[in-house]
């Protein structure tokens, strides 16, 4: 079975224990440890070796950040080192990523933020003992800055960082098993929507066909046609019973949610929770309903028009 790829990014000299260190503990937890030392990075022959360790980043699923005191070579053509070109590539593709900065750097650089903020003094011109360039203070700028993903915990030795790494990444395991079931919850209410679905349909249109009129045959086709949309569904599954009538009297999708829809910052997931107020779902998931509530409204108002009926008409008379 593939084991979940940990990248590892820092300087080399400086922090060669906390590498050694890591590396022994992330395959103690049955992990591999991608470390460009130990030949873990694949070197592809066409590309330079700097780019090759950043093209290795988007293989991994954990993205593990060392900050310590030395800003490490340059990153070819840049003026940024090649451990902040391998972190940009992480963020770039959404890689989660755990980053520590050595506590005696983080003090300094809290100096550091200090001095810029006073006129008096040219906090570039201040000597740092424990840092050999104030780039590594711009660096740690970089990753506090990110709207997402941007805690930076402070190390004294390697226990701190193990403990730091246990704690988060049984976090993230709880997470990934809490959103597996959560899935599979959404499977049996899914299975069980179009069992009744089936069933109810069956029985509306026996009864439609032997009492009912003209409209009301209508409105089975409009659901026939809506139960085979994903928004329907969605909407089903927050318990909001939508009808034919429901959408057409509501314009878009946040109106017929009487705008109690939150979203996440998940761009491209597939989350939706259960139930509600309020109606929980990922960015990705959200975008795509909306375009496809619009498009169902605007397919029943053109069923309706096909059959000689105006919004207004089917409205009152269903």
């Not at 080399?12 to 395959?27: A, G, M, S, T």
């Not at 809290?110 to 780039?135: E, F, G, H, K, W």
């Not at 403990?163 to 499977?187: D, H, I, P, V």
């Not at 109606?279 to 498009?295: A, M």
Request: hydrophobic share 40%; aromatic share 12%; with cysteine.
């Amino acid at each position: 079975m593939p084991a979940p790829r940990i990248f590892v990014s820092s300087t080399f000299y400086d922090l060669r224990y906390v590498r050694e260190n890591l590396k022994f503990f992330i395959r103690t937890l049955g992990y591999e440890p991608v470390l460009s030392e130990e030949g873990a990075v694949f070197f592809d022959p066409t590309l330079h070796v700097q780019d090759a360790c950043v093209a290795d980043v988007p293989t991994c699923q954990i993205f593990v950040l060392i900050i310590g005191g030395r800003t490490g070579g340059a990153f070819a053509g840049t003026d940024k080192s090649i451990t902040n070109a391998e972190y940009l590539e992480a963020t770039r593709t959404k890689i989660p990523v755990f980053a520590l900065v050595e506590r005696p750097v983080l003090e300094q650089y809290r100096l550091y933020q200090s001095n810029q903020a006073n006129p008096a003094v040219d906090a570039t011109r201040i000597t740092y003992p424990n840092v050999d360039s104030i780039r590594v203070f711009s660096f740690i700028d970089q990753v506090q800055s990110q709207g997402i993903n941007n805690a930076l915990v402070p190390f004294s030795d390697f226990e701190e960082i193990q403990a730091y790494l246990k704690q988060q990444w049984a976090g993230l395991m709880f997470r990934f098993l809490a959103k597996e079931s959560e899935a599979r919850r959404t499977g049996e209410v899914l299975a069980s929507l179009r069992t009744a679905t089936e069933n109810i349909e069956f029985l509306t249109r026996q009864v439609a066909n032997s009492v009912g009129g003209s409209i009301a045959r209508v409105a089975i086709d409009l659901y026939d046609y809506m139960i085979k949309n994903e928004v329907v569904r969605d909407l089903a599954i927050w318990q909001l019973t939508p009808s034919p009538k429901g959408i057409l009297t509501h314009p878009t999708l946040d109106d017929f949610c009487d705008q109690k829809i939150e979203v996440d910052s998940d761009e491209d997931g597939f989350s939706l929770t259960y139930g509600g107020p309020p109606y929980k779902l990922s960015k990705g998931r959200y975008e795509r309903n909306k375009k496809d509530y619009k498009t169902v409204r605007s397919k029943l108002i053109s069923m309706l028009k096909e059959k000689g009926y105006s919004v207004e008409q089917f409205v009152e008379g269903s």
